[in-house]
């Protein structure tokens, strides 16, 4: 079946504009998860889903970051005031609950000039 | 902080088994042991998980010694396309605990 999908692939911003990044997690996942991945370092946690509502946002960095799920599916990453330091992969996962095996999407690669 | 230790890289023939190796002597009793890969570019894959007892399945094999400190991946015909970064990651399950905690991880290269 079809797996996390995140768009874009990529995407190229100036510092001080705002992005937003979309996830599509696995139909029928309650539990979704947004990572960030920067060049030579593990995957590290930023926020955790448990349908609509935000059960742990513990790893967001700061408060220009900010993410939604509204219907308990596609979730969106949103950045405000982009800066040099937001530039990593940032990685979507999703499970079926909170308890199960968290699968990956392939990440969108955030660039910031 | 990750609660595992993992080699940096290691190497392996392509045909033969690759045994990557993990130290969690901090592990307690309610905490899995999860092994992922992520291959360049590409977002991180599930491999397998455990409790205590060993696993198998397509992809690989994994061993948990008995005291459950440390455990080993086995990926017993390596090929080519093993050749990736190999995370062993510790999952709780309680409340709070289900994100995954990324150390460094095994940067594994299959030679031909």
């Known amino acids: 079946g079809a797996g996390v999908s995140q768009t874009p692939s990529n995407k190229v911003t100036e510092k001080g504009k705002y992005v937003e990044l979309r996830c599509d997690p696995i139909?029928?996942?309650?539990?979704l998860y947004w990572y960030r991945q920067s060049l030579g370092q593990g995957p590290e946690f930023l926020i955790y889903?448990?349908?609509?509502?935000?059960?742990?946002d513990s790893g967001l960095p700061n408060d220009r970051f900010f993410a939604v799920r509204p219907e308990g599916s596609v979730s969106t990453l949103k950045i405000q005031r982009t800066e040099r330091g937001d530039s990593a992969v940032y990685l979507c996962?999703?499970?079926?609950?909170?308890?199960?095996?968290?699968?990956f999407g392939p990440g969108t690669r955030l660039t910031v000039l | 902080d990750a609660k595992t230790t993992q080699p940096t890289s290691m190497d392996c023939a392509e045909g033969r088994a690759a045994n990557l190796p993990c130290n969690h002597s901090?592990?307690?009793?309610?905490?899995?042991v999860y092994w992922y890969r992520q291959i360049h570019s590409q977002g991180p894959q599930y491999i397998i998980h455990?409790?205590?007892n060993n696993e198998t399945n397509e992809m690989a094999s994994l061993i948990i010694t008995e005291d459950r400190k440390s455990s080993t991946l086995i990926l017993p015909h390596a090929t080519l396309r093993d050749t990736a970064v190999y995370y062993c990651?510790?999952?709780?399950?309680?409340?709070?605990?289900?994100?995954?905690?990324f150390g460094q991880g095994t940067r594994l290269t299959i030679n031909p």
């Open positions: 996962a999703s499970s079926i609950t909170r308890a199960d095996t968290q699968y």
């Open positions: 139909s029928g996942h309650t539990a």
């Open positions: 889903f448990q349908g609509t509502g935000a059960a742990d």
């Open positions: 901090t592990i307690s009793g309610n905490e899995y």
């Open positions: 455990g409790l205590k």
């Open positions: 990651i510790v999952r709780g399950l309680i409340q709070g605990a289900q994100k995954l905690v």
